[in-house]
């Protein structure tokens, strides 16, 4: 079938450096990509996008970043609680797929800051 118009390409590094392709719809959040198209990152977008945890956390190289729209004060104060924050980190509950972005490379950093995930490794290390 052939790919309509509006498809853009996301390339997203996991956090085992697996590279997951997929592609997204112009106006879809790179949250609703991941979880749409069932992409195996994990614990990604825990609140639903309603900017109340960090676990969509990306970081985009730096030209990526640039053409990104602006940050608001509240995506600022919740990327403060990212582990791993880069000058290049956004939530991807707030970046908006646009057509310029088509075939970019986003990564998933490799600590979230997931209080389950810590809860799941101390049981391990007690036994």
Do not use: W
Not at 4 to 10: F, L, P
Not at 21 to 50: M, W, Y
Not at 97 to 118: A, E
Request: glycine letters at 8%; aromatic letters at 4%.
């Amino acid at each position: 079938s052939a790919i309509s118009e509006d498809q853009v390409t996301v390339h997203f590094i996991n956090r085992d450096g697996e590279k997951l392709t997929t592609t997204a719809k112009e106006g879809q959040s790179l949250l609703e990509v991941v979880v749409n198209q069932n992409l195996a990152i994990d614990g990604f977008g825990a609140c639903e996008g309603t900017l109340a945890c960090s676990t969509c956390h990306l970081i985009f190289d730096k030209e990526a970043f640039q053409k990104l729209d602006a940050i608001s004060d509240e995506e600022l104060d919740m990327l403060d609680l990212a582990y791993g924050l880069t000058d290049t980190s956004r939530l991807g509950c707030q970046v908006h797929v646009k057509k310029s972005m088509d075939g970019v490379t986003v990564r998933v950093p490799m600590d979230v800051s997931d209080m389950r995930r810590q809860l799941e490794v101390g049981k391990q290390s007690k036994q």
